[in-house]
């Protein structure tokens, strides 16, 4: 364990669900959790191993259960992330990590099992990314039972919209795209692709200009071959915004004009994987009103 990982690279709300351990139990439980979020994406493995050490000293806490699940999820042990999720529910009654357990239900070869396990909750009882990431997992069931059409059906909710992007709208946007291909529809199929892949460089574009705490983004002018974005003026940090001025949610949804996006290529996601919800989103436009947008503005 690296020496300079502390507790407090916990997040606040993890450590709080440790308080029934001892100090010095905490601390450790608390720094090898630490590791596993941070070495989830480069090292899986390891960030296992660390979320298995945690286990060891603090079994019956729900974070401890929730990030051996994820980690296990990540190596491709759907077997044990199966068990640590159902586990986690137990403890926690919480459904947030539903589409999780649908996928793994997947990745143990039972699509029907997976459907079921999505059927079951009230999806108007979960959080808006919590139901965008369970219908890219229902979908995908769906496809791994052969029913295109029905995995199409599964991606049309309102979150859906190709005009805003969300933190998980580029994943939604894949999934339909993945679909689509399915179906023979190529060049809807090409269509949605692109619009994931404008949505992640608006969002990428969004976040970087004042490490995610940019509340307003009016304009995102060129995407170019490199991957730089150039932001227009309109972009707002938070620390600039008067306090009387402040959206109740800390968000001004953006009018985000992306006018002539040299398009990355991205991967699709054919898997239909979960992914890491967030609430705050920009606006995408077709490059078509973008264009009108201009030559309205020439008139006056």
Do not use: C
Request: aromatic letters at 2%.
């Amino acid at each position: 364990m690296p020496e300079d990982v502390t507790a407090f690279d916990l997040p606040g709300a993890a450590r709080n669900e440790l308080k029934t351990l001892s100090k010095d139990n905490a601390d450790n439980v608390a720094r090898h959790l630490a590791m596993a979020a941070r070495f989830i994406d480069e090292d899986p493995a390891l960030a296992h191993q660390h979320a298995l050490a945690a286990s060891r000293s603090a079994g019956r806490v729900g974070v401890v259960r929730e990030t051996v699940a994820i980690t296990a999820y990540a190596v491709g042990d759907f077997a044990l992330a199966l068990r640590e999720l159902r586990t986690h529910r137990r403890i926690t009654g919480s459904d947030e990590q539903l589409p999780l357990i649908v996928d793994s239900e997947r990745g143990v070869g039972r699509p029907d099992r997976a459907l079921e396990e999505g059927r079951a909750v009230d999806r108007s009882t979960l959080s808006v990314p919590v139901r965008v990431q369970l219908a890219i997992a229902m979908s995908g069931a769906r496809l791994d039972l052969g029913q295109v059409d029905r995995a199409l059906q599964e991606l049309e909710i309102p979150e859906a919209d190709p005009d805003r992007a969300f933190e998980w709208s580029p994943a939604l946007f894949s999934a339909r795209a993945a679909v689509l291909e399915e179906l023979g529809r190529e060049a809807e199929a090409a269509e949605w692709q692109r619009r994931a892949d404008v949505a992640a460089e608006a969002l990428d574009a969004a976040a970087g200009v004042a490490d995610r705490e940019v509340i307003v983004v009016e304009e995102i002018d060129l995407i170019d071959d490199d991957g730089g974005v150039d932001v227009a003026s309109g972009v707002i940090p938070v620390d600039h915004v008067d306090e009387d001025d402040a959206p109740a949610d800390g968000v001004v949804e953006a009018e985000a004009e992306i006018e002539d996006a040299a398009l990355l290529d991205g991967e699709t996601a054919p898997s239909h994987g979960t992914t890491s919800p967030s609430g705050a989103g920009v606006g995408i436009a077709d490059d078509d009103a973008a264009g009108a947008d201009d030559e309205a503005e020439g008139s006056r």
